[in-house]
């Protein structure tokens, strides 16, 4: 698989792993509480605290709409450059 196709891959990841944190966050932290303890401790603490789960899911989507569109953004800079 080629970086471009990764990139999409991860853009995806990030957006809908940050629109499920955004939508039902105490439920989306909840279902994470898996693994070491200090995960698991992590987990809690966001599940307590749906609002600072709604923004960090804010961020993981702002993040992967930024890494979907700089493919494009050197996409069209580098048609410009062949013209």
Known sequence: MNLSRWKDFGAMLLIGDGMMGMVQP????G???MGPS??????EFLKERP???RLIGAVEV???LM???S???CRAEAKMKMT
């Open 26 to 29: 105490s439920r989306y932290a």
């Open 31 to 33: 279902e994470w509480q």
């Open 38 to 43: 200090s995960w698991q401790g992590l987990m």
């Open 51 to 53: 609002n600072l789960t």
């Open 62 to 64: 702002a993040g992967g």
């Open 67 to 69: 890494l979907a569109m």
């Open 71 to 73: 493919d494009d953004c």
